[in-house]
C-alpha cells in the first residue's frame, strides 16, 4: 500500500469485509472452496471462521487506527452472522457495535451511507474490499474511498 493512501486512511472512517479481505479466503481443504456452505456451520466452535486466518497486515493496520472510526461491512446469511462476528472480535480491535451485515452486495452502499452519518458528516468513509464489481459500484455512486484489499500488499 502506498505511503500517501496509508496516511489518508488514517483520518477516514474505514470499512472492511470480512471474506477475502479481513479473513483468508480459504474455507476448503487446501483451497478457496467450501461445498457446501450451510452444511459447514455445526456449532459456535466448528464453523470454516473457527480455521481461517485473519490478515496480520490488515490486524497492524487496525490496530494503529481509532476504534471509533473502524467498521465491518459484510454479506452474511442469518445461520453465518454469529460466527463471522466472532472471527472478528477474536482476531480485530473492532468494536462489536461497528459490525454490520447486509444481505447482497449491493446493500453496501447504504451501510456505507449509515456509517457516513454516524461518524459525521465531515469524516470521509473509506470501503475495503476485494470485489472489485463491489468497489466500482460504490464508487459510481461517488462520496466514498474505494480500496481493494491487495493495496495494503507492498
Excluded at 41 to 46: A, G, H, L, P
Excluded at 86 to 115: C, G, H, S, T
Excluded at 139 to 146: K, L, P, R
Aim: net charge negative.
Amino acid at each position: 500500500m502506498s505511503a500517501s493512501l496509508r496516511e489518508m486512511l488514517k483520518d477516514c472512517a474505514v470499512v472492511f469485509d470480512v471474506d477475502g479481505v479481513l479473513a483468508a479466503y480459504e474455507f476448503g481443504e487446501n483451497c478457496h472452496y467450501a461445498p457446501i456452505w450451510e452444511e459447514a456451520f455445526v456449532s459456535e466452535t466448528d464453523n470454516p471462521y473457527m480455521r481461517v486466518n485473519p490478515l496480520p497486515v490488515l490486524q497492524k493496520f487496525i490496530s494503529q487506527m481509532d476504534r471509533k472510526k473502524v467498521f465491518v461491512c459484510s454479506v452474511a446469511s442469518d445461520f453465518e452472522r454469529r460466527d463471522k462476528r466472532n472471527f472478528v472480535l477474536r482476531n480485530y480491535e473492532i468494536p462489536a457495535e461497528n459490525i454490520f451485515f447486509v444481505e447482497k452486495k449491493q446493500d453496501k452502499l447504504k451501510a456505507l451511507m449509515e456509517i457516513g452519518k454516524a461518524v459525521g458528516g465531515s469524516t470521509p468513509v473509506a470501503i475495503v474490499d476485494d470485489t472489485v464489481k463491489t468497489l466500482d459500484g460504490i464508487y459510481e455512486q461517488g462520496g466514498f474511498i474505494t480500496v481493494h484489499v491487495t493495496s495494503f500488499f507492498d
